[in-house]
T-cell receptor
């Protein structure tokens, strides 16, 4: 089945620094990728939809200047958390759909990136 | 009313038990429905799609009631390996950009 790879899986950084998370679709092309955030014991919350070759679409309440998304190719989207603060500590997960796959409703998720901001 | 609601549990059951999870959704225009499984500190993985006619995959049975806006997942003959959080997911549009996740129901199967 389709595979989505996310890197890094775990990152610890100091407050004020920026962190980049990569999301790659390994065996399919994804014009659209999704970025979620999950706090402990909470559901996944969609942050933004990443569109290849155009600007990302952000959900209400998500600061576009703080969470920079770049979808430069059909297989790679990046999320950069700028000037990270401790409250940004969370589990960030990307996902993508294989538009030509058998089950077009299925989302394939990356392994997630656990960010800890000190 | 929350968009997708699930009983968070936890459900603690012995091996071999049958357990049912329920989920309700608020958007009557929702088009497709899924159950995902998420293990602790891991990414969610699709367990099964949910069709109007109901569908079964081995020990797992999913049902959809559009009139009541209600989805269920039945697990028969529970295994230790079924222990996980089960997420009810509703897709409100064909583009797939409106996937709404429930908070999940935690299942713990013990020997």
């Amino acid at each position: 089945g389709a595979v989505v790879s996310q890197h890094p899986s775990r990152v610890i950084c100091k407050s004020g620094t920026s962190v980049k998370i990569e999301c790659r679709s390994l065996d399919f092309q994804a014009t659209t990728m999704f970025w979620y955030r999950q706090f402990p014991k909470k559901s996944l919350m969609l942050m933004a939809t990443s569109n290849e070759g155009s600007k990302a679409t952000y959900e209400q309440g998500v600061e576009k200047d703080k969470f920079l998304i770049n979808h430069a190719s059909l297989t790679l989207s990046t999320l950069t958390v700028t000037s990270a603060h401790p409250e940004d500590s969370s589990f960030y997960i990307c996902s993508a759909r294989d538009q030509w796959g058998q089950n077009t409703g299925e989302l394939f998720f990356g392994e997630g990136s656990r960010l800890t901001v000190l | 009313r929350k968009e997708v609601e699930q009983d968070p549990g936890p459900f603690n059951v012995p091996e071999g038990a049958t357990v049912a999870f329920n989920c309700t959704y608020s958007n009557s225009a929702s088009q497709s429905f899924f159950w995902y499984r998420q293990d602790c500190r891991k990414e969610p993985k699709l367990l099964m799609s949910v069709y109007s006619s109901g569908n079964e995959d081995g020990r797992f049975t999913a049902q959809l009631n559009r009139a009541s806006q209600y989805i269920s997942l039945l697990i028969r003959d529970s295994k230790l390996s079924d222990s996980a959080t089960y997420l009810c997911v509703v897709n409100s549009n064909q583009a797939g950009t409106a996937l709404i996740f429930g908070k999940g129901t935690t299942l713990s199967v013990s020997s």
